[in-house]
């Protein structure tokens, strides 16, 4: 990341903004301690499901365009 | 062949380890975009959402822009939806960011407090600006990102960029000068 802000600031009322932000620029909250344990639990969760998910979303679009192709065979009688 | 790349390669495959490296690489500038435009209570959820939106993208990732780069994008993505989906502030909140005391919580010394005040009420500011205008303003005026950078992440042209970064600062200099004790900080 650079740091070259100060010279954007067209106006002096940019510049005064600035000031003020880099209020918040020095305070750099951080996550808890829970979030990456988390995120790595949903992680190993969702990619042992994935598989199965995935065959049954073809499975039900297996069975969604034959059941359109045999809606459309009866109409077309 | 960068760090983030080698570990992205590690993830695709199999190795989830490498995953959680690169979560504990990139957490804290993920949950402080995510904590400064949905603001720090739901910054954690947000930022889960946007982990686990990268890892089932992951083959995506091309390497044309920094892991990082690719990563914020996903993250905006999450903080914009997020807030999309949620049902309108209460109304204590509204209040609480135009300008209404916050109440201290424990004892602190007076010029702590009256610093934390202070971020706190221009953090509210800043999640009063439209979602486009927060998120250009939180990417290069607080993260540091280059113009490059947020074109990138948020997917526009690098004169959009500029242009939106304009608008954004000149509409919270209104916002703060609605009210004398935001535009009048002490030194």
Redesign the interface.
Known sequence: MNDDRGRDAATPAERRLLGYLDDLRADRPTPGTGLVPAVVRSARWQRAVRPYALSFGRLVGAIGTGIRLLAGRQRSR | MDADQKLVDAALAGD?SA??RL??RH??VV??VA??IVG?EE??DV??DA??RA??RLSAFRGDAPFRVWLLTITRNAALNHQARRRAEPVESVERLMGAPVGAEGRMPADQLE?RE??ER??GK?RLLSPSHRVVLVL???????YE?IADVTEAPLGSV?GR??RA?EE??EI?RRNTYDWE?PA
Do not use: M, P, Y
């Not at chain 2, 290069?140 to 280059?146: A, P």
């Open positions: 989830l995953f959680e979560v504990e957490r804290d949950f402080r904590a400064r720090r910054a954690e930022s889960q982990f686990l890892f089932n610093g202070r971020r221009l953090e800043v290069r005026d607080i993260e540091g990102l280059s950078e500029k970064l304009h600062r919270l200099i703060l900080l």
